[in-house]
């Protein structure tokens, strides 16, 4: 995969493809998009460290890359979009990584997209494998690899229509959809959405390597120990990208399987010395 199309920081003129990710899902699919569109990708997950301004511009359509959590673009996304300025070309289209729907996710992107002027193209899942270890199971390397490949007509779909302009056509929305996207992401966030649970096992070896990946500087090391603060968006970088497996959240991870997608289109398990 190149690595040309990957921009650091945000630059006039190269903001079109924008992506959060936690553990590698929606950076892949957002840089095939960068491969099959021609335009450059940016990270949101960098700005979010940073903690700076953002001004953006960009001729063409904006696609903003993010993985659902709870049946919704996730909040910490909202934000920056909210905070944001965007110039330019106001279209804007939304692919969002998942590990079976999106609910009614459009319904509220499109709110989001009329209180900032832009334009709304329509919202898309990209199935990709399972992530969020603290409710769910990680899929191993074998199933994951076939999820990996069984999204790439998808991605080339999208590449099409964004090409061309053509809006997303997006997916048909259920009454069950409706009520994930509105009570259950309401009761989520509260109840689910928090670091308490996070620590370091006798495994850990003090390397940074969650500090370095949390998108919300949320992590320090204390006495060579990772310590989590309050801001915890559930990304699962940390637990995921760690490279000795010794991130847990309370007893729901012990044992169970790891995913981590590197930006290079790779999966790496445990100790695999991931960068």
């Not at 310590?227 to 044992?255: D, F, H, L, N, S």
Request: glycine share 10%; hydrophobic share 35%.
């Amino acid at each position: 995969m190149r690595k040309d199309r990957v921009s650091r920081s945000f630059k006039k003129e190269s903001s079109m493809i924008l992506y959060f990710s936690g553990t590698g899902n929606s950076r892949y699919a957002a840089l095939r998009l960068g491969e099959l569109t021609g335009e450059p990708v940016n990270s949101i997950n960098q700005c979010l460290k940073e903690g700076a301004a953002i001004g953006l511009h960009s001729k063409n359509h904006y696609v903003v890359v993010s993985p659902v959590y709870a049946w919704r673009l996730p909040r910490v996304v909202e934000r920056f979009i909210r905070q944001a300025s965007f110039s330019g070309n106001t279209g804007i289209y939304f692919v969002l990584t998942c590990g079976d729907d999106v609910g009614n996710a459009a319904k509220y992107a499109r709110r989001l997209c009329a209180k900032k002027g832009l334009r709304f193209c329509g919202l898309e899942p990209l199935v990709m494998p399972e992530n969020y270890i603290t409710m769910y199971q990680a899929p191993g390397r074998e199933e994951a690899e076939q999820m990996i490949r069984r999204a790439e007509p998808e991605l080339e779909r999208f590449a099409g229509l964004i090409r061309e302009g053509k809006p997303f056509p997006g997916p048909k929305v259920t009454l069950d959809g409706r009520v994930k996207s509105s009570l259950v992401n309401r009761l989520f966030y509260p109840l689910y959405v928090n670091a308490r649970g996070y620590y370091a096992a006798e495994a850990c070896v003090g390397c940074g390597r969650c500090v370095k990946l949390c998108p919300l500087n949320n992590i320090r090391l204390e006495n060579g120990r990772p310590v989590w603060g309050r801001k915890c968006t559930q990304c699962m970088a940390c637990i995921c990208g760690c490279p000795v497996r010794a991130v847990e959240y309370g007893k729901r991870t012990q044992g169970k399987e790891r995913y981590y997608l590197t930006e290079n289109g790779t999966l790496e398990g445990a100790g695999d010395g991931r960068e």
